[in-house]
């Protein structure tokens, strides 16, 4: 993206529209695109901006190179009463994620609790749309999905595992959702390469020289590895998130995941995992509705350590965003406008 | 304990049968008291001593003073054809724990994956007993549970959620099963009373003082809360067990988890939740040997930044020692010998 990336905000029907009409004009049907512009908007609306449509330039770079099927649709196969798993058949990851999202909250309707695997994805976006779309129809989830490989293992020295998102959901009747969604790195790459830009030394938690020592020098760390949070702790998440997105859904795994950089062409095979439970099974909307604002009015009363940043549950930034966003308008920046606006005039 | 507490190795066998005579010494029916000791002696024999035998101290102090009752059967409801809920009646945690995995093993066999939520339950040992009781039997397991509290939410002041613990399993049929069994605290208290009696100061990281101001002065640390890990990351993640456990299990959640040691008589109405997922739906067992097997080996394959300490896989420590233990004699403290053998001596 250049430097003077303006921003402007638009009515979120017709970011939402354009969001589809540009997914067909890179070769999507409109079923597709559709999923596909709703997950990302959904991102912008929670002010994801680098997993919301901004990932036009990605995603489209991808599908014009034919790195990710524009045509395919992904197949699910049901393989035990509560468990399906969806072939993506190297679609655009969002689609891939939905259609496995839509096959779990099935299940957990029917069951009480779903599980469906996913492989031949590609990156589906943050998980808290998936959350989200899920709490608003009463359904707990966990969700995660495996990744391009740029973490080393604690106390290895080369990269052997990705910054898998998981993501969690737990509905409140009320729409005060609460909705988890982290990576476990203990920061993005960005807040790295702003301390660089800025001349400023990092904490030595938060990277890895090229040799896997900690190191404070932001240049050093951009060549080495992000550390996940809690030593160990965050090393053993991620390494969840890959047996159960990646390795037991048949998908690739660890270094089989080919990099989306260095082999831009080549099926990357990801996979994700969706856990979805029916809450309904377990208790009244009223007595879920209860508990929810109960549970998160105990964590609102603990006396802020800074008057001015009070104590905040999981979720109520990217809801409030919401809100404010369908009111005022979804911010879009100029490039990503100039791709929507391209790729939708194919389709005009 | 006090200081010489001298440690001795007892043969396998010997100690889960004193641990089974102790418990119904304590007046838990021989069933009962068979799966606790169960559950403490793999505790041992993992070489989680803190969450062993060594807890007939405080299970015992708590029997005997009817905080927990020694009679009490767990009662297990299907609430959803994949879904159960278990009423644990304040009986001591791992009985609640193992007819909970029991329940969800069931359910997992007939439909793929299944899950149970305990209330009602007591502290439950460590997870990765159960982990593992599932993983030899093929399944893979999302276990936790909430606990008393102790944490501070992120930018709050004071204890409002449980260090709740976390585990995951994931087997390999040839026994090299992946288990991580973590708790969201940076470290454990413990690590902190070690600082302090070396007169040593401690990583800011590690805990707040009872402002909820970072400290690195370890007796104001023993004062304030444990940090979790990641910041807000391991706050969301603490806040999730406790929502799955306590809060959609109708268990007590947050600070409405009655205190172990301020209200030792009163039932603490812990809650769990057991998610099980039949791996023998997924593929063939040769299927997941060998990828779980090139899994590990990938992790092994990085290069040591400290040739001395080569990269490992969660749950590797663990089944070494049970291992060893198995062989050599399970160590056995001499105040937890005491104490066993005086429980077991009521019934002989």
């Given at each position: 993206m ?9 009515a979120?029907e ?5 969001g ?8 999507l ?26 990932r ?7 599908l014009?190179?034919?790195g ?6 992904p197949v699910?196969e ?16 969002p689609?891939v994620?939905?259609?496995?999202l839509?096959?779990?909250?099935q299940?957990a ?15 589906f976006?943050p ?7 899920a709490?608003?129809?009463g ?8 990744a ?5 293992p604690s106390?290895?020295?080369?990269a052997?595992?990705?910054?898998s998102?998981?993501?969690f ?18 920061v ?39 550390q996940p ?14 047996l ?15 990099s989306w ?12 995992f ?26 609102h009363?603990s006396p802020?350590?800074d008057?001015?940043s ?15 966003y ?16 391209q790729?939708?005039?194919r389709?005009?």
């Amino acid at each position: 993206m250049h430097n003077n990336n303006e921003v402007s905000a638009v009515a979120f029907e017709e970011i939402r529209q354009l969001g589809r009409l540009a997914f067909q004009g890179l070769g999507l049907t409109a079923h597709a695109a559709e999923h596909v512009s709703n997950v990302l908007v959904l991102a912008d609306l929670f002010g994801l901006t680098t997993h919301g449509l901004s990932r036009i330039e990605s995603y489209g770079e991808r599908l014009e190179s034919g790195g990710i099927s524009a045509s395919a649709e992904p197949v699910v196969e049901t393989i035990a009463p509560a468990i399906a798993r969806v072939d993506g058949r190297n679609a655009v990851g969002p689609l891939v994620g939905m259609t496995t999202l839509e096959a779990g909250m099935q299940l957990a309707r029917q069951f009480g609790i779903g599980l469906v695997l996913a492989r031949g994805s590609n990156h589906f976006g943050p998980v808290s749309p998936y959350s989200y779309i899920a709490a608003e129809q009463g359904f707990a989830s966990i969700i995660g999905s495996n990744a391009t490989t740029t973490i080393a293992p604690s106390g290895g020295s080369d990269a052997r595992l990705g910054n898998s998102p998981l993501g969690f959901g737990v509905p409140n009747p009320d729409g005060n959702h609460f909705m988890l969604d982290m990576a476990m790195s203990v920061v993005a790459r960005a807040k790295i390469r702003n301390a660089l830009t800025r001349n400023e030394s990092i904490p030595a938690t938060w990277a890895t020289d090229a040799s896997g020592k900690p190191t404070t020098d932001p240049r050093a760390a951009l060549d080495g590895f992000l550390q996940p949070i809690g030593g160990h702790k965050g090393y053993g998440l991620a390494l969840v998130v890959d047996l159960l997105a990646g390795l037991l859904s048949d998908a690739a795994y660890l270094t089989h995941v080919k990099s989306w950089v260095d082999a831009p062409d080549e099926p990357q095979n990801l996979g994700h995992f969706f856990i979805l439970i029916d809450t309904a099974r377990l208790g009244s909307p009223d007595w879920l509705k209860a508990r929810m604002t109960d549970f998160a009015a105990i964590l609102h009363q603990s006396p802020a350590v800074d008057a001015a940043s009070p104590v905040i549950v999981p979720g109520e930034i990217e809801l409030k965003k919401m809100q404010r966003y369908l009111r005022d308008g979804v911010p879009v920046d100029a490039t990503t406008q100039g791709l929507l606006d391209q790729y939708a005039s194919r389709v005009a």
